[in-house]
């Protein structure tokens, strides 16, 4: 069919028809017009049948000029077949019509047929005669069955691999953190370490100057121009045995005792060191205990944290406010939280609090110590200590230790 239609419009364009030629002129034009574009013609179909290219030429009258093999296996046509199914198959009214009225160029689409289950690309075009008139319409048509699941696999191969990604960034920024950590651990031992010694060595000095400026202030009336400056020396030397006290605490080496404590009276116990400085700084302790079982631990160094974390709580309220202190049970630990209503901390400063000598405090105020003291404490104790802060909010320091079920009576090898 397409064979003749190529015929005739070879005799057309020299103005012949099969009536008006005769055999020589007949002869001339196959033979130098007609058949080179025959050969071409059937070279192309013989490539795209190899390739599995479905092909399929329409008239401007929607019928059938040439269709081949592979284009009817891909929409599943069986041998004889009438224009109106393949369009009805191959679902081309709507092109077809487009691409005959001019309205559209070339069309590439990819499709599912219902009537192959096949994922096809379909290639569609006019066909043009020299005059650049619509003489038909040429399909392509190319199964992509094959490449849309391989497409899906690879998404899900990538969402996989996205998944992966994730859970190796998750563990390296664990393990960066346990590094953090073990850092600072090796950090505080190495400092409580040089602390300890040199704590140990001032100890004996200080006790030598506290006890003769004490001895001598008892000797001296309080208008004697002696006794003011006396009394700073008291003071001082007393501040630097705090110090000395608290350096010897953190590089502590020796066993401690270990005994069965109820939390809520250790914190009580420790509160009484604290009220009185509070009262006076116009900040309120409000306690929110929950009943919580016995943990075995050192009674001192538990007091100790208390201690410095209501200590930090009144520094960082200078005009007043509140201190909550609750207790309460969570699954295989007991939490204690420090909370103020204070300045809050930045996150430059949260990230340092608990180095060994880090302040903010004025020279004199403050030695540093405080946090990390209590984070040796805790974390030997097997427990973990949190900070949640938030700038001109307050701050909320969650101590968490473990309910241990040891005897009584145990002893600890402390180490920093
Ligand atoms: N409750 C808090 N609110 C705001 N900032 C705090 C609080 N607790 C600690 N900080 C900050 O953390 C820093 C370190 O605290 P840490 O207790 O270790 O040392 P310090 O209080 O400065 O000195 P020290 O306790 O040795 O006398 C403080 O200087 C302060 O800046
Ligand atoms: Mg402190």
Known sequence: MFAKAIVDSGLKKHGFTSDNITPFQMKKIINEEILPKLVK??????????????????????????????????????????????IAKAELEDIIDSILKGEKENIVKETELKTSKLRLNIIGGPVKNAQKEITGVVFFFQDNTMRAALDMEMDHVYEKLEEKNAKLNEAISKLESTGKQLRQSEKMAAVGQLAGGVAHEINNPLTIILGYSQAILKKVQEDDPMYKPLKSIENATGRCKKIVSDLLAFSRTEKLEKENIDINEAIDQALTLVQAWSKVKNVEVSKKYSQVPQILTNKNQIQQVIVNLCNNAVDAMPSGGIITITTKQLDECIEISVADTGKGMSEDVKHHIFEPFFTTKDVGKGTGLGLSLCHGIITRNGGTIQIISEMDKGTNIVVKLPITQAEPQKTEQSNP
């Not at 030429?57 to 224009?83: M, P």
């Open 41 to 86: 013609f059937m070279k192309g179909v013989e490539t795209l049948e190899a390739l599995g290219v479905g092909q399929i030429i329409f008239d401007v009258k929607k019928n059938i000029l040439f269709i081949n093999a592979s284009f009817k296996r891909l929409v599943g046509l069986s041998e004889a077949v009438e224009s109106k199914d393949v």
